[in-house]
């Protein structure tokens, strides 16, 4: 794998420079529903595969968990040699819209690589040692992410702003469900869920699209559909409409994380790249507002950002930074400030051409590289962008006025009064500050937020 990441380094400036003019795409879909896209690739002797599975939540996480720890001809142990020894790699990664499975090749060993991922993806072998001790790693990983006051942050942001929505439950699921979860649940999600007439197969690499075509038709063409393996998506829950805050405790906590935003758009909305570019001026890189704010004029903390999280039926747009206990009401105050500010005002002339400028530089580096390309061309196809959503992204970014980032900020990023705010931290010391400014709040312990996505709200 070393020398797979140096012919990258050295291949990078191709694409880098040139990265208007994107190689074509060869679509078909298959007789069972099988969405490709191939991409011929020849800088780098390399294979990329790239597939989008329906499904999440706990049971989607456990079952990607355990996708490549065996099939039916080959042991967990076998089927890792198997790989290594092509010098490649297949990995499953659970998401909020679905599973993302990748894997990689030498292109000399693409048939051998093509068939232990035909083997992972149609014959796993879900040995019940292996689902249980993928089960017992997930658990443990659960209760370990509450040492981290960051990803409590995130979990219970999420699950406060969106309830019971599907975007408000953890991953990786929950601490009281995860460990009852047995083989048989996996094998019953993988039968419902690991079907072709949903999935989409990128497939980026040096190939010739024609005859690669005719090699995935074999390996995925008996591949069975099934009419209930289509994902009902459920719409995003409305906006909030009044502040709520939440004081999450954390006794040991040596900091306090913030986190606040809102519901905001989809990845599909047209609004979503003039969204980028407000948000690169206020929170997006080191040059930010918020920075410039938080950090630089006040020193209240080393880090703040902001960002547009957006998904498939919807998303958020939310502000996060840490700082010290004593410090904690007026750095959230400031933050308020700061991006209720933003919103009111149109950005300066200076800081846009900075913002669009940063864009369009940093966007080749994100589809510099074979995987790279793949996964921009599989959220590309997922969220029904269309076909020049790549090689017109610069320009698009070049297009955006400061009247544009004016509307879109006011419209997408929520008003200090109508946001969610979570905090943790110590909330003996927190408390009675946090509601002397903001007003009434709700506390729970951290190992309480996962119940946050049991709620309606």
Known sequence: MRALGLLLALAAPALAADDLRLPPITRATFDNGLRVLIVEYHELPLVEFHLIVPGKGGLAALTAGTLTRGTGKLSADELARAIESLGGRITATPGTDGTIVTAEFLSPDFAAGLDLLRQVLLDPAFARDEVRRRRDEQAAGIVAALEDASAIADECFAGFLYGSHPYGRPIEGLSATVPKLGRGDV???????YRPNDTILVLVGDVFAAEATVRLREAFGAWR????????????PSRLTARRVLLVDKPDATQTQIRLGNVAIARSDPS???????????GGGFTSQLI????????LTYSAWSAFVARLTGGDFRLGTFTKTPTTTETLALALSVEGDFRSHAPARERLVKAKTYLRGQFPLRIESPDALAARLGEAEFNALGPEELAT????????????????????????EAVAIVVVGKAAELHDALVARFGPLETMAARDCEKLSAAKR
């Open 272 to 282: 979503y790249v003039p969204a980028i570019v407000a948000n690169t001026i206020l």
């Open 225 to 236: 559909p099934r009419p209930d393996a289509l994902a009902v998506r459920a719409a995003p």
């Open 187 to 193: 094998a019953d999600f993988y039968e419902r869920w």
């Open 393 to 416: 992204y610069r320009e698009r970014v070049a297009a955006v006025t400061p009247e544009q980032v004016a509307e879109t900020a006011a419209k997408l990023m929520p008003p200090p």
């Open 292 to 299: 410039e704010e938080l950090r630089i004029k006040r020193s």
